[in-house]
Nanobody, 122 residues
């Protein structure tokens, strides 16, 4: 059983930065790969970033590469997504997910948070 809670979303202007966080239940956090996904109204959920168990390997969607940074602090049972140079098209609900594979596929993740809204105005 893994419980995830996202926080840190909000309303920002294009070009601004924002960091969203995901706090996890502590028992097996370090045993899981952690991913960030997002979903805009009327669109399918899409991959954003993933990080491995010890945090030394990451992978990003093309839309996030160079602007977003995923990181984790296993001592705090928390994963982060630092978002810089935000664009209106980044507007979405951002979800944290935990799974057993280093994957860009949402189907590979068994546990999900409730999501946090990020809105970028132009």
């Amino acid at each position: 059983q893994v419980q995830l809670v996202e926080s840190g979303g909000g309303l920002v202007q294009a070009g601004d930065s924002l960091r969203v966080s995901c706090a996890a239940s502590g028992r097996t956090f370090s045993s899981h790969f952690m991913g960030w996904f997002r979903q805009a109204p009327g669109k399918e959920r899409e991959f954003v970033a993933v990080i491995n168990r010890n945090g030394d390997s990451t992978h990003y969607a093309d839309s996030a590469k160079g602007r977003f940074t995923i990181s984790r602090d296993n001592a705090k049972n928390t994963v982060y997504l630092q978002m810089n140079s935000l664009k209106p098209e980044d507007t979405a609900v951002y979800y944290c997910a935990a799974g057993l594979f280093f994957s860009t596929d949402a189907d590979e993740y068994a546990y999900w948070g409730q999501g946090t809204q990020v809105t970028v105005s132009s």
